[in-house]
């Protein structure tokens, strides 16, 4: 016999489901969850954000007091106060987002849960400390990714609970297994694809000769007898008679001999089994945020897609930064959160995106956040200087050469950076341009640049700042300012500026794009090109936080990493480094490069790409992206103009301490 268990999840922020319709959803939905936990007497969880019982207490209270009599059968599941993205998300919020989470749990139903679904199954290591900090035993993740890049893992263990590690080997929290091609059965079986045999047929294969425990359905109820408007494929709503088929499955699993409904909680028990209580790191180089369903479900969706996540999740980086420096209360707190919810960065209408949007620009406003000024063009270079610190070779490079800084920009391929060194780290040129003929793999036979931005739109050649152009520059105090304008047939404008202060041993790019509308194209601004032999390949690694307190670190050893690859002609990228403190650190065992960006200016998400192209030859770049496709991408005519800040230093290696390494 095989324990069966199901978690329902509850949102009355559904992106595509207009304020109106809310009580239908209630109506349609969650009423008869409860019916039907009542009617069988149901060990299901049922799981819900604070704002969705605050919401739903506002349009039934009988809903609310009818919830709270199921529990005496089923278990509430908790996720926080909104549908937040946590490693999209400053640690400070997440904590935030969980304790008023659990604030309005007790308040509205007199609970605190001890299980937690995490949002959208969208997970990091550093995540684990939050969740345990803010009282929950338990959290409830997907196994199909995780499992997908770790390849020492046994199957068996997906029947039972194990322990993810947080952010060192000594934090860890129980992980209850959810599964997507589960609870996409489950959904087919419900809206008619698969009937009652089939599906009961589906559970005896996939569940033979197995014990443990099998997660049954760990998705949304609003998808039954209500749609929510989504997809255009999405399955048709006949005549309102999906929780009766459910209703019919539950029945016939409770007088099935091979199966046994159990709550969540009831999955700890399997700790203790030979094959549970294992340890385990959920993620990967390969997949640093695991994230439930297929490959075109990953990070990018909440935060360069949809209507427009970059200029979205930028407005609550400011209020965020505008918090640190001020005394916010709970209830700022609590409007930050509502604002970083993912509900607004994926199907949302466009009634509800104006009112969001408008929302949003007014916190800003209130918080009194100063944008940064617009970056001056003066005097062009026409000569060396007097003293020496920068020259002009043969009019194709710009060279500036410190105390403790070294850099070469080429005028004929937009300032693209040919050789930065940092003196106190290395003698050699960390991180420029390789050269055409520097792989002797045809397939790599091309210049790879640094510095430089790439705009592709599908089915068009590529836009880049990569063409000769007319530097400007200006002193500020001991500050050189170098930049140039490019402008491009099409209307796009790249403004693109260094700051050099060569006694620090600091490089800043600041770079300032215009486009005369918001149209689908991966918009890939800052790509960074690592000197292969200038680092140790065997120590190599990346490290940025992820939604947490510790940074996290990742060992590229002999995998291959492709965060950026396109997925299709519509998915424009796989994975992503949510960067939520605004550093990303690239090394090996004896120096690193640090890159800080101004989240405010930009909440630019970074890729890494790792390549192993022969024996003895490698390929490494950290790229910036400001937007990806997918089908939540949706065109504006307004133009579009993004301000992207970066700050690159160099130093001798050690490790950050806290962090924890994968």
């Known amino acids: 016999m095989i324990n069966l268990y199901c978690v329902f999840h509850l949102n009355l922020a559904y992106s595509s489901v207009e304020e109106e319709l809310r009580s239908d959803v209630v109506k349609h939905c969650y009423w008869p969850l409860l019916r039907l936990v009542q009617e069988l007497k149901l060990p299901l969880g049922i799981e819900a954000s604070g704002y969705t019982l605050e919401k739903a207490r506002m349009l039934d209270a009988r809903w609310i007091a009818a919830l709270k009599e199921s529990l005496s059968y089923a278990e509430f599941v908790g996720s926080g106060y909104t549908q937040m993205i946590g490693p999209l998300c400053p640690s400070e919020v997440n904590r935030w987002n969980q304790r008023i989470g659990m604030q309005t749990y007790t308040k509205i139903l007199g609970l605190t849960p001890t299980v937690a679904l995490i949002n959208e199954m969208a997970y990091a290591a550093s995540l684990v400390d939050i969740y345990r900090e803010a009282g929950y035993q338990a959290i409830i993740m997907e196994w199909n990714n995780p499992r997908k890049y770790h390849h ?39 809206h008619g694809e698969m009937n009652l045999p089939e599906f009961i047929a589906y559970l005896q294969i996939h569940t033979q000769n197995r014990h443990g425990y099998f997660p049954l359905y760990a998705s949304d109820a609003e998808i039954f007898d209500f749609r929510p408007g989504r997809y255009e494929d999405e399955a048709k709503l006949g005549e309102r008679h999906e929780w009766d088929r459910i209703k019919a499955l539950f029945q016939a699993l409770k007088d099935h001999t091979d199966f046994r409904l159990v709550s969540p909680t009831e999955v700890l028990d399997g700790l203790a089994e030979a094959q549970g209580g294992n340890s385990l790191r959920l993620e990967s180089p390969e997949q640093p945020i695991p994230v439930k369903k297929q490959e075109k479900y990953n990070i990018t969706r909440w935060a360069l897609t949809g209507r427009n996540n970059l200029e979205c999740n930028t407005a609550c980086y400011q209020i965020y930064t505008e918090f640190l420096r001020s005394q916010p209360t709970e209830t700022d707190w609590k409007e930050l959160c509502y604002l970083w919810s993912s509900d607004f960065r994926t199907h949302i209408t466009p009634r509800r995106w104006e009112a969001y949007r408008a929302r949003l620009r007014q916190c800003v406003r209130r918080r009194h956040h100063a944008a940064p000024a617009n970056i001056a063009r003066t005097k062009k270079i026409t000569a060396p200087l007097a003293d020496n610190i920068v020259r002009i070779d043969e009019e194709r490079h710009i060279i500036i050469d410190g105390t403790r800084l070294r850099c070469v920009l080429s005028k004929r391929k937009g300032l693209a950076i040919s050789e930065l060194i940092f003196k106190a780290v290395s003698d050699e040129s960390l991180l420029g341009t390789l050269a055409h003929g520097y792989y002797e793999d045809i397939s790599w036979a091309a210049d790879f640049f640094s510095g430089h931005s790439i705009i592709e739109q599908p089915g068009e050649h590529k836009t880049t700042d990569l063409e000769p152009c007319m530097p400007y520059m200006r002193w500020e105090g001991r ?124 909440a630019l998400i970074a890729y890494v790409h790792y390549s192993q192209i022969s024996t003895n030859q490698y390929f490494l770049r950290l790229s910036y992206s400001a937007q990806e496709m997918d089908e939540t991408f949706r065109e504006d005519p307004r133009p579009l103009n993004i301000r992207c800040r970066i700050q690159i230093s160099g130093e001798v290696h050690t490790r950050p301490e806290g962090s924890s390494v994968t």
């Not at 993810?164 to 589960?182: E, F, L, R």
């Not at 796009?492 to 005369?516: H, I, N, Q, W």
């Open 152 to 190: 020492e893992w046994e199957d068996a263990w997906r029947n039972f609970p194990q322990y993810a590690v947080g952010g060192d080997q000594s934090s860890k929290i129980p992980i209850i297994w959810a599964d997507s091609i589960a609870f996409q059965k489950f959904q087919r079986y419900v």
């Open 479 to 602: 500050t050189l300012v170098i930049g140039a304008e490019i402008r491009k047939d099409d209307g796009t404008v790249f403004t693109k500026c260094y700051r050099f202060d060569p006694e620090a041993g600091s490089l800043g790019l600041e770079l300032d794009l215009f486009m005369p509308a918001r149209v689908p194209a991966m918009m890939r601004l800052i790509n960074m090109t690592f000197i292969p032999d200038t680092f140790e390949r065997k120590s190599l690694f990346f490290s940025t936080h992820l939604g947490g307190a510790d940074i996290e670190t990742f060992r590229m050893g002999d995998r291959e990493i492709h965060h950026s690859l396109a997925l299709s002609s519509l998915i424009s990228a796989r994975q992503g480094l949510g960067n939520t403190e605004g550093i990303v650190i690239v090394g090996d065992a004896n120096k690193r490069l640090i890159f800080k960006q101004d989240l405010g200016s930009a």
